[in-house]
């Protein structure tokens, strides 16, 4: 069996992501330096751009993320330089407040001097007043992620430093329906340790719990949350990436409101994810997981799929990190808004089901059948014809689950094809003979 090498040191450099944000039929996003309002069809009410957030402001100023609570647009930025942090440098973090109809109405800015660097994550709107967001302060090689909750004028409230490592990450962030809020905190140190942490909060940003998971399975084990998402009778659902010295996957988990988990399955076969991955949400009594924005993984509410073979997780649970409150007072600055005219090209993505789709790899183009074996299998495997008169394989192509291709070769007679490269996982095999092109799956353990 393959062995997964196990990153021990990471270089970290966060580029910020823009998430559109939907409200009552509406848009709310960010387009380079300006924010806009859309329409359900994707006709734009607004777009505004800002000038300085603070008075001290010297560097660009970089729009993260704009989200709506239904009354008041909170947009994060940041004016400084964050992609080549300078040592003793000023960083000024601002949050500015507008109406739905795009009048501006406050800037509250909030200057930070560490000794390395300073960065924020992303912005989410409180289903009562206001916003939280989260920033990642490194007064040397850690990094430490502070959640804040700020009200109506921009202005921080509370906040709580949550976690700290050689990386952090506010990988999600969801509101619940008893009016709380649950963070997924990912962070990583520099001995190779990889680990995600859940905090429940209350409207105010104080902590309710504050939960790791892992498994009673004795050794490395990692484990990245992607996503959240809550269904109609208040269970959560957690999606991770999840590795260990011999495998690399996926992985599922049910809690109830307190944290208590109930369920956990691990998939493998996925490749270790990237930010944003996995993107998880309940509708029609499923869980849909939209993997790299274009196939959607469908689960049932045990985290069950119909064509994925779950290895069942023994899951136990832990209190982390004792949170500590970290509460900065916030200045204010009046900001000159513009309107910034721009045109949206939209943009259309068919989705694809991950399931069908290998159900229609699978179909065999001609009677003639090919025989793989070993299947599955970790290093080589061959190929037979059923009929090898006047027909032989002329070329070999491999494709992951998501049809991008990782091996084509010819090959002649019972030549053996070498997969020991590839990551564990469902694969799509197409065969082009003399008479026929076969398709059929492959599985590498």
Same mark, same amino acid.
């Given at each position: 069996?393959?062995?997964?090498?196990?990153?021990?040191?990471?270089?970290?450099? &966060?580029?910020?992501?823009?998430?559109?944000?939907?409200?009552?039929?509406?848009?709310?996003?960010?387009? *380079?330096?300006?924010?806009? !309002?859309?329409?359900?069809?994707?006709?734009?009410?607004?777009?505004?751009?800002? /000038?300085?957030?603070?008075?001290?402001?010297?560097?660009?100023?970089?729009? =993260?993320?704009?989200?709506?609570?239904?009354? &008041?647009?909170?947009?994060?930025?940041?004016?400084?330089?964050?992609? #080549?942090?300078?040592? /003793?440098?000023?960083?000024?973090?601002?949050?500015?407040?507008?109406?739905?109809?795009?009048?501006?109405? @406050?800037? !509250?800015?909030?200057? &930070?001097?560490?000794?390395?660097?300073?960065?924020?994550? @992303?912005?989410?709107?409180?289903?009562? @007043?206001?916003?939280? $967001?989260?920033?990642?302060?490194?007064?040397?090689?850690?990094?430490?992620?502070?959640?804040?909750?700020?009200?109506?004028?921009?202005?921080?409230?509370?906040?709580?430093?949550?976690?700290?490592?050689?990386?952090?990450?506010?990988?999600?962030?969801?509101?619940?329906?008893?009016?709380?809020?649950?963070?997924?905190?990912?962070?990583?140190?520099?001995?190779?340790?990889? *680990?995600?942490?859940?905090?429940?909060?209350?409207?105010?940003?104080?902590?309710? #719990? %504050?939960?790791?998971?892992?498994?009673?399975?004795? /050794?490395?084990?990692?484990?990245?949350?992607?996503?959240?998402?809550?269904?109609?009778?208040?269970?959560?659902?957690?999606?991770? *990436?999840?590795?260990?010295?011999?495998?690399?996957?996926?992985?599922?988990? !049910?809690?109830?409101?307190?944290?208590?988990?109930?369920?956990?399955?691990?998939?493998?076969?996925?490749?270790?994810? =990237?930010? +944003?991955? =996995?993107?998880?949400?309940?509708?029609?009594?499923?869980?849909?997981?939209?993997?790299?924005?274009?196939?959607?993984?469908?689960?049932?509410?045990?985290?069950?799929?119909?064509?994925? %073979?779950?290895?069942?997780?023994?899951?136990?649970?832990?209190?982390?990190?004792?949170?500590?409150? %970290?509460?900065?007072?916030?200045?204010? =600055?009046?900001?000159?808004? $513009?309107?910034?005219?721009?045109?949206?090209?939209?943009?259309?993505?068919?989705?694809? %089901?991950?399931?069908?789709?290998?159900?229609?790899?699978?179909?065999? @183009?001609?009677?003639?059948?090919?025989?793989?074996?070993?299947?599955?299998?970790?290093?080589?495997?061959?190929?037979?014809?059923?009929?090898?008169?006047?027909?032989?394989?002329?070329?070999?192509?491999? +494709?992951?689950?998501?049809?991008?291709?990782?091996?084509?070769?010819?090959? !002649?007679?019972?030549?053996?094809?070498?997969?020991?490269?590839?990551?564990? /996982?469902?694969?799509?095999?197409?065969?082009?003979?003399?008479?026929? +092109?076969?398709?059929?799956?492959?599985?590498?353990?």
């Amino acid at each position: 069996m393959k062995s997964i090498y196990l990153l021990t040191v990471f270089i970290y450099i &966060f580029i910020s992501e823009t998430t559109a944000q939907y409200f009552n039929g509406y848009t709310y996003n960010n387009n *380079g330096g300006s924010i806009y !309002k859309a329409d359900s069809v994707g006709n734009i009410i607004w777009s505004k751009s800002f /000038g300085s957030i603070s008075p001290s402001s010297s560097g660009p100023t970089w729009v =993260h993320e704009t989200v709506s609570d239904g009354r &008041f647009v909170y947009t994060l930025l940041l004016d400084g330089n964050i992609y #080549w942090p300078t040592p /003793g440098a000023s960083y000024y973090q601002a949050i500015i407040v507008l109406d739905t109809g795009g009048t501006y109405i @406050s800037t !509250k800015y909030h200057q &930070f001097n560490p000794a390395n660097s300073y960065n924020v994550f @992303s912005i989410h709107p409180s289903v009562v @007043s206001g916003a939280f $967001f989260a920033d990642d302060y490194s007064p040397g090689f850690s990094h430490q992620l502070t959640i804040y909750k700020v009200n109506n004028t921009g202005a921080i409230t509370n906040g709580y430093f949550f976690a700290s490592g050689q990386v952090v990450d506010l990988s999600s962030f969801i509101s619940l329906h008893d009016s709380t809020y649950l963070a997924g905190i990912f962070s990583a140190d520099g001995s190779g340790g990889i *680990g995600s942490r859940f905090i429940k909060l209350d409207e105010s940003g104080s902590p309710i #719990w %504050n939960k790791t998971y892992y498994t009673t399975t004795p /050794g490395y084990e990692f484990l990245s949350i992607q996503s959240m998402t809550q269904d109609s009778s208040g269970y959560i659902y957690l999606l991770c *990436g999840y590795q260990t010295a011999s495998l690399e996957g996926i992985c599922g988990i !049910k809690i109830d409101l307190n944290g208590t988990p109930i369920l956990g399955n691990i998939y493998e076969g996925f490749p270790w994810p =990237h930010r +944003k991955d =996995h993107q998880l949400s309940y509708r029609n009594n499923q869980l849909i997981d939209l993997y790299n924005d274009s196939i959607e993984i469908v689960f049932d509410t045990l985290f069950m799929n119909s064509c994925l %073979n779950p290895l069942p997780m023994n899951l136990v649970s832990y209190n982390s990190l004792q949170p500590t409150q %970290n509460i900065i007072s916030s200045s204010s =600055h009046q900001t000159q808004i $513009f309107d910034n005219p721009i045109t949206l090209n939209p943009s259309t993505t068919n989705l694809i %089901n991950y399931c069908t789709t290998l159900n229609m790899e699978e179909q065999i @183009s001609n009677p003639i059948d090919l025989y793989i074996f070993p299947n599955p299998t970790s290093d080589y495997f061959s190929l037979v014809l059923s009929e090898t008169i006047g027909n032989k394989i002329e070329n070999v192509e491999i +494709k992951d689950a998501i049809g991008k291709k990782v091996l084509e070769t010819g090959i !002649k007679g019972n030549q053996n094809i070498d997969v020991s490269t590839l990551k564990k /996982g469902i694969y799509i095999l197409s065969v082009v003979t003399t008479r026929s +092109k076969i398709v059929k799956r492959i599985i590498i353990n």
